[in-house]
């Protein structure tokens, strides 16, 4: 089982819609939580942390489980903008060897229509 | 921009030959992490630099190797060149285990 699994899409939506995705991770000791939006043939780029309590910026709203080891990503009203490759990212517990890795999940693919 | 920069930007390379990839980490961070990114799929983690020691490996052979250096800059080197190893490399520097900042990455071809 891999240790992020998100919805590789793609998602193909009109502008102004409401999208969501979805992500589980299996290292229940995780501690810290992304999403990364990558755009075609460049780097990541940090889109937001996600808070267990929840938390929004603009049209985007980031949700925690920590129970169901599940995160989301909504994004309302999308742009043309928007398309692009979104990553779930999960960091281990602060301390040890290995708290700087990231682990991402493979991404999901959002194209935006007119 | 992140102000990470990173060279070559692109490189073709032969089974068997080796390679070294340079990252310029963001003015005032002391950590470079190293990702494999391969088509279709998401960064995997190689290793991480904190203050010019190995702080933190991922599963990959011992034919990945790294350094920083004292202005935290940092290599990454594959020797034995295989075909899977063609990959969009990214490195990433932060300050400790704060915001990790990607650089625009390496793309290696491996004929």
């Not at chain 1, 409401?18 to 229940?28: M, R």
């Not at chain 1, 780097?43 to 267990?52: A, C, G, I, Q």
């Not at chain 1, 999960?90 to 040890?96: E, K, L, S």
Request: glycine letters at 8%; a neutral charge.
């Amino acid at each position: 089982r891999k240790e992020v699994e998100q919805d590789p899409g793609p998602f193909n939506v009109p502008e102004g819609a409401t999208v969501a995705f979805n992500c589980t991770y299996s290292n229940s000791a995780s501690q810290s939580f992304f999403w990364y939006r990558q755009d075609c043939r460049k780097e990541p780029k940090l889109l937001m942390s996600v808070y267990s309590s929840g938390n929004e910026d603009g049209r985007f709203t980031a949700q925690l489980n920590r129970a169901s080891q599940y995160i989301s990503l909504l994004i309302r009203d999308s742009k043309l903008s928007d398309s692009a490759t979104y990553l779930c990212v999960v960091r281990p517990n602060a301390g040890g060897t290995s708290y700087g890795k990231l682990t991402f999940g493979q991404g999901t693919i959002l194209t935006v229509h007119p | 921009e992140t102000g990470v920069t990173q060279s070559p930007t692109h490189l073709i390379k032969t089974r068997g030959q080796q390679v070294t990839l340079r990252c310029s980490s963001q003015s005032g961070h002391n950590t470079v992490s190293w990702y494999q990114q391969a088509l279709g799929q998401g960064p995997q983690f190689i290793f991480q630099y904190y203050r010019e020691e190995e702080n933190g490996r991922g599963n990959f052979p011992p034919r990945f190797s790294g350094l920083q250096f004292p202005n935290y800059s940092s290599e990454l080197n594959v020797n034995a060149l295989e075909l899977d190893d063609s990959a969009l490399y990214l490195c990433a520097s932060s300050f400790g285990k704060e915001t990790q900042y990607f650089g625009p990455g390496t793309r290696l071809l491996v004929l």
